[in-house]
């Protein structure tokens, strides 16, 4: 397996610029998560999925972030109007379970300017 | 509100010695701890974890050790390696998702 895999790698747009981030789980998980690195906070729970179904999406910062997963193999991360204060390092995990087992992406480094 | 807690940003050792990484926790419904080593440019992997009912777990150079009456871990690297390098995040677990600390960055010096 592959492991987690995100995309794109870098992502830099304009202010007011829709952006979508895409994350492909590992085979046969069925927990996913999509994390925000920031150098204040550390690793943010933004939201997570069990069998393709949200379960708890109160990290999410604004109505401006959405996030789908319309199978078990794909699962989206929206900003739409992105903002300078959204530049992070956005990570996307899967696991077996909720407790144990994650297996993070590479991140997706994007920057609003 | 940070339920996990990494106070010290930055960690300086030399090769050889002792490294001593501190995680609190403010939620005691969390019952299932660990810690993540990220170097840079790749997604956090599994380092070792413990579960609430014990108090210390080793494996190989890493031990954490689990002191839950003061909401408080810790993760011991010894002896550290100039490979330690990277940034430590503890997290902890109550129930179906896993909420993290912000990190503190190693530095092993050779």
């Known amino acids: 397996d592959a492991g987690v895999i995100q995309s794109p790698r870098h992502e830099v747009t304009e202010m007011g610029q829709e952006v979508t981030l895409r994350c492909k789980p590992i085979?046969?998980?069925?927990?996913l998560f999509w994390y925000r690195q920031t150098m204040m906070r550390g690793l943010e729970l933004l939201i997570y999925?069990?069998?393709?179904?949200?379960?708890?999406d109160s990290g999410m910062p604004e109505d401006r972030f959405s996030a789908k997963m319309p199978n078990a193999s794909f699962s989206t991360l929206k900003i739409q109007p992105s903002e300078p204060r959204d530049s992070a390092v956005y990570f996307c995990?899967?696991?077996?379970?909720?407790?144990?087992?994650?297996?993070f992406g590479s991140g997706t480094r994007l920057t609003v300017v | 509100d940070q339920q996990v807690k990494q106070n010290s940003p930055s960690l300086s050792v030399q090769e050889g010695r002792i490294s001593i990484l501190n995680c609190d926790y403010t939620n005691s419904m969390f019952d299932y701890f660990l810690w993540y080593k990220k170097y840079p440019a790749e997604g956090p992997t599994f380092l070792i974890s413990i579960s609430s009912i014990k108090d210390k777990n080793e494996d190989g150079r890493f031990t954490v050790f689990l002191n839950k009456s003061a909401k408080h871990l810790s993760l011991h690297i010894v002896p550290s390696q100039p490979g330690d390098s990277a940034v430590y995040f503890c997290a902890a677990s109550g129930h179906n998702d896993m909420r993290f600390g912000a990190g503190t960055r190693l530095t092993v010096k050779p």
């Open positions: 999925f069990n069998n393709n179904v949200p379960i708890d």
């Open positions: 085979s046969g998980h069925d927990y």
């Open positions: 995990a899967s696991s077996n379970s909720g407790r144990d087992g994650y297996t």
